[in-house]
């Protein structure tokens, strides 16, 4: 079972979202582990990707769009709106509005939601999901 994780924002802002998900990247990629971002659509994993060129000066952070296709080289941070690779059992944060494919396979899932309405329903759904499927969850408020 994975370890579940909620970030709850005090913002309403879509970009505070995304730059607290470029913080965690930078956390585990620190930390030795590997992310999948799961997005909604493709314009979102852009969006992603520029920002975690640009979210911290000096930072560092190997990253992709999502392919279809593993990099070779380790730790490399995959974002994409399909689902994360079938062999993938490490770190996935989603800031989809849906429940990942395959999440009781995950190591950690990591789900932030700010103040948006849309947001939070979403984000009690997956909840329930994931209470339903017997799985502990923490909640941080931020």
Not at 45 to 62: H, K, V, Y
Not at 119 to 135: D, L, P
Request: charge should be neutral; include cysteine.
């Amino acid at each position: 079972m994975p370890d579940i994780s909620f970030y709850l924002l005090s913002s309403t802002s879509a970009q505070e979202r995304y730059l607290f998900a470029c913080k965690l990247i930078e956390k585990a990629y620190r930390s030795g582990v590997a992310c999948y971002v799961l997005t909604d659509r493709a314009e979102q994993s852009q969006l992603l990707d520029n920002l975690l060129w640009t979210f911290r000066a000096g930072s560092f952070i190997p990253h992709q769009i999502y392919n279809g296709q593993i990099p070779d080289a380790p730790l490399v941070t995959l974002i994409g709106h399909q689902p994360a690779p079938a062999a993938w059992r490490h770190t996935l944060i989603n800031l989809s509005t849906h429940c990942p494919e395959a999440f009781l396979h995950l190591q950690r899932l990591l789900e932030i939601l700010d103040q948006n309405e849309e947001t939070k329903a979403a984000g009690r759904q997956r909840y329930r999901q994931y209470q339903q499927a017997g799985i502990s969850i923490a909640t941080h408020n931020l």
